[in-house]
């Protein structure tokens, strides 16, 4: 499942591609998880230009004048570039941009979901300003809920998943099994920054291998996080354990705070 580093890159990337071009023709392949009728969302982008495209959490955001598109790409969704009026395998919704290239948003569960004028969240982003050590400190300190499942929790801050949550966790040195409001403040400052610096330091390598890509998540540049990693760079042994159902992967050299 992309996270936000992916994303972010994925957003610039589309920037790149189509910003002031003019969606010609938008095509409904598979319309359950809109949020509209197939009628009401060609009637509100078709004709119009493609003025920006931003992410906020795990949503990127294609911006068409006052109309906003998000798409979430669940948890096997993918965008593709076609061209002319290609259509491609488990298709969900087609661009079709003026000058013949375009992209779709595919998903063999179908379950890739497009919103048209999403409601903006007072949900903080992992790398927006509101996000400072001392709003950390303080969603921390309400809950004995492991720290990684709150970092998860995309309903009290957006953009951080399974990957990228063990990432942070190592580089701020805290077990993932650590109670939340049991991290001192220190550490809470150091999960703060280290949760900023990764994630901004994986965008730039990803979008350093993916310059022009809509797909593709990049493995290279992990810690922790991955079964072919048996070591940190710092020498600690991999462990493996399940957290709510998901793997994390961590060492001995994370502190454990209960």
């Keep these: 499942m992309p996270e936000l580093p992916d994303l972010a890159v994925f957003a610039v990337n589309l920037e790149k ?10 095509q409904v392949t598979v319309s359950r998880k809109l949020n509209v009728s197939a009628e009401e969302l060609t009637t509100a982008l078709e004709g119009k230009k493609l003025d920006s495209v931003t992410r906020e ?5 294609l911006h068409f004048g006052t109309e906003v598109l998000g798409l ?19 298709q969900i919704l087609a661009f079709h941009f003026k000058g013949g290239k375009g992209f779709a948003l595919a998903d063999f569960q179908k379950a890739a979901t497009p919103t048209l004028n999403p409601s903006p969240s007072d949900v903080p982003d992992a790398l927006s300003e509101v996000l400072t050590a001392a709003y950390l400190e303080g ?10 499942t709150v970092l998860m929790n995309q309903k009290l801050l957006r953009g951080i998943g399974n990957t990228y949550a063990d990432e942070i966790l190592w580089a701020a040195g805290i077990s ?7 991290i001192p403040k220190e550490k809470v400052i150091q999960l703060h920054q280290q949760m900023k610096k990764v994630l901004r ?45 998901r793997k994390s992967y961590y060492t001995n050299e994370q502190k454990l705070y209960e």
């Design 176 to 182: 993932p099994f650590s109670v939340s409001r049991a």
């Design 17 to 26: 591609l189509f910003k002031n071009k003019i969606l010609e023709k938008i």
């Design 72 to 90: 979430h790409l669940m948890l096997h969704g993918e965008l593709k570039l076609t061209q002319a009026d290609e259509e491609v395998k488990h």
């Design 139 to 148: 969603m921390l300190a309400k809950t004995r809920t492991p720290v990684k």
């Design 57 to 61: 959490g795990k949503t990127i955001q």
């Design 201 to 245: 330091e994986e965008i730039v390598q990803i979008g350093r291998m993916l310059p022009d890509e809509l797909g593709g998540e990049i493995k290279e540049f992990l810690k922790v996080h991955g079964a072919a990693i048996r070591e940190s760079p710092t020498g600690g042994k991999i462990l493996v354990e399940e957290i709510g159902g």
